[in-house]
């Protein structure tokens, strides 16, 4: 313990000393009370929140990446403002101090005269951070940075609840130091929502995956919810995913069974019409119809491209118009700019992180193939898997380097998902999927001498436990 406070003490007076560097951003007292804020919320969280399960490795694992994340919050707000000059920020900032000064003056009509879903909530949300701090740009990055370190939190309480026989320390170390999760997200803006409400909607999913509970639904509902505030497209897209999981949950033992599937996926289908439809007027459009509901989910994500975006990095993009066109469209997404694409040094910098995150994904290919062959028996897998098609199907339209590399932040928990979803021990061994599915806690329950490789010997396993904890 004497350990953390030392460290947390440190951190604080390594941020503090950066206030005098970064005075024009900040009132000082706003930055200081974000600091001490943070401190304490930082120790709480990282108590509460780091799993039991391997909690020493994952402790110190999440401490670092905590301190990575000043870093790149601290690198974003820097790369902002020498490239972007801080657009989306500096907007938000504005809007958000006057929206601060009439909350404080009791004046809540003229606070929330402009409210609506996107942009108008995040100045909102910034106006209802200053009324409590004053106008502080650089209390408000380490804020919204520090939400989305929760998000990663979430994201791997979410994985190891759903996935217990899955390698827990490499998603760890993936969701906590990867540079596309440390930088993008860690910003006053909305990436850094959108990956902490995400998370809080993921861990709300496991939950609801394994045991069906009242604060499973709160959950989920408390991050679809934040996330349709923000950003109407990325919850919806969440939404079908979650759909499918459910879908492959339900066990097909009879012809009524089957029945039942298809009618949870009916229900599902037009409970997304209506979901549409209420959304409309942000879209623009007076009425949707599933036939036109792609085109504008993919209209909503280009207007996320924005003047700090807008900095010549735009592309042929290549969207998918058939499945074989779905490869191309995934390394495109998740690996482009390619380094002879680069024009400026922040595209040349981003080809170097989609190019660590294919060698990633080589390194642990035999991971990715087992995951995808045997998710039909894992709905996590599935619901991660069907997030991250999603997500790729809309950003392969777009045609920005900056957009792509933003939104793409978001999708990339999931994808680590599939890629961690082997268990160390078993990667360079084809064991049985019967008994790679089976947590280390569960007994095998098999007769004595019985061979546990055999499937025979688990079918005494407390029901439901094979599919919940695949």
């Not at 000393?17 to 600091?35: K, Q």
């Amino acid at each position: 313990m004497s350990i953390r406070i030392t460290f947390f003490l440190a951190l604080a007076a390594v941020a503090g000393g950066t206030l005098v560097a970064l005075s024009s951003y900040t009132t000082i007292g706003g930055a200081v009370t974000v600091l001490l804020a943070l401190t304490v919320a930082s120790a709480l969280v990282l108590s509460k929140l780091v799993p039991q399960k391997d909690r020493k490795f994952l402790l110190t694992l999440a401490v670092v990446g905590l301190a990575v994340k000043a870093v790149g919050v601290l690198a974003r707000l820097g790369v902002g403002e020498l490239v972007y000059g801080l657009a989306d920020a500096r907007r938000y900032d504005v809007q958000g101090g006057l929206i601060a000064q009439s909350l404080r003056a009791g004046d809540f009509s003229a606070a929330t005269a402009e409210l609506s879903l996107g942009t108008e909530t995040m100045e909102f949300l910034t106006g209802l951070f200053y009324s409590i701090t004053g106008p502080t740009l650089f209390g408000a990055f380490l804020a919204f940075g520090f939400l989305a370190f929760v998000g990663s939190l979430l994201f791997l309480k979410a994985f190891m609840l759903a996935m217990p026989g899955g390698n827990h320390r490499l998603f760890a170390t993936l969701v906590f130091l990867f540079p596309t999760i440390v930088f993008w997200p860690s910003s006053l803006g909305k990436d850094s929502l959108i990956y902490f409400f995400l998370g809080l909607g993921t861990y709300g999913a496991a939950r609801l995956m394994t045991r069906i509970t009242p604060g499973g639904v709160l959950t989920l509902m408390a991050g679809m919810g934040g996330a349709f505030v923000i950003r109407p497209h990325v919850s919806f897209l969440f939404g079908l995913a979650l759909v499918a999981a459910f879908v492959f949950k339900l066990p097909v033992r009879s012809i009524g069974s089957l029945i039942g599937r298809g009618a949870v996926a009916a229900a599902a289908v037009g409970a997304a019409i209506v979901l549409l439809n209420w959304s409309a007027s942000y879209f623009q459009s007076e009425s949707l119809t599933p036939g036109s509901a792609f085109q504008l989910l993919v209209t909503q994500a280009e207007t996320e491209i924005s003047e700090e975006d807008a900095s010549g990095s735009t592309y042929k993009p290549t969207p998918v118009t058939s499945p074989l066109w779905v490869p191309s469209a995934i390394v495109a997404v998740l690996a482009r700019p390619f380094a002879w694409e680069a024009h400026n040094p922040q595209v040349l910098v981003e080809s170097v992180v989609g190019a660590l995150l294919i060698l990633v994904m080589l390194r642990y290919a035999g991971n990715l193939t087992r995951a995808l062959t045997g998710a039909w028996r894992r709905p996590f897998l599935i619901f991660c898997i069907t997030y991250g098609l999603l997500m790729i199907l809309t950003l392969s339209t777009l045609s920005n380097f900056g957009v792509v590399a933003r939104q793409r932040a978001a999708a990339m928990p999931f994808v680590f998902a599939a890629v961690a979803a082997v268990p160390a021990t078993q990667r360079k061994r084809q064991a049985s999927p019967y008994v790679s599915s089976i947590p280390a806690d569960v007994p095998s329950r098999a007769p004595s001498g019985g061979n546990v490789a055999n499937p025979a010997a688990i079918t005494n396993l407390p029901a439901g436990r094979l599919w919940a904890h695949p």
